[in-house]
């Protein structure tokens, strides 16, 4: 009778470590935004540069949701660039090609509109809306000051 019980306990972990293993969703408390498993952004170089690395990453946004970059998932402290191309055939009456979504750069003191390729700018973090009810999927491109932030220590 332990040794069932041992079997039905060992079957338990094995199969939670194969879902939380498998499945990036099963620990998530449901983020409104993906990266795709093929890029979780990479850093590559410049075609304007090639000493400066740019970060390139593929997104997809749920209808109504919004995706944030900022330090912890590009490694840039500032950014200063952004280029977003759709990766999906989204057909829309309107015009602009930039309004599916809406692009906005913060910093400490500001919050900015942007567009789908802006530069020049100063933000700690960009957000990108995804303004209709489909999926988005984007490319999308950053530039800024890489750097490690360490903890403010008083």
């Not at 470590?17 to 170089?45: F, K, W």
């Not at 979504?101 to 530069?119: A, D």
């Amino acid at each position: 009778m332990n040794a069932i019980r041992m079997f039905q306990i060992a079957l338990v972990m094995t199969v939670l470590s194969l879902m939380t293993g498998c499945s990036d969703q099963i620990t998530s408390s449901g983020n409104s935004e993906s990266v795709t498993s093929a890029s979780h952004g990479v850093m590559s170089a410049s075609t304007v540069n090639r000493d400066k690395p740019v970060f390139k990453t593929q997104i997809r946004i749920k209808p109504n949701r919004s995706y944030t970059f900022r330090h912890d998932n590009t490694g840039f402290t500032t950014l200063s660039y952004i280029k977003v191309e759709y990766l999906n055939d989204i057909t829309d009456s309107k015009s602009d090609k930039c309004s599916n979504f809406q692009i906005t750069g913060k910093n400490n003191f500001e919050k900015n509109q942007l567009s789908c390729e802006s530069k020049g700018f100063n933000a700690n973090e960009i957000s990108i809306l995804n303004l209709t009810n489909k999926f988005l999927d984007l490319e999308v491109t950053l530039d800024g000051v890489k750097g490690n932030k360490s903890p403010v220590i008083e």
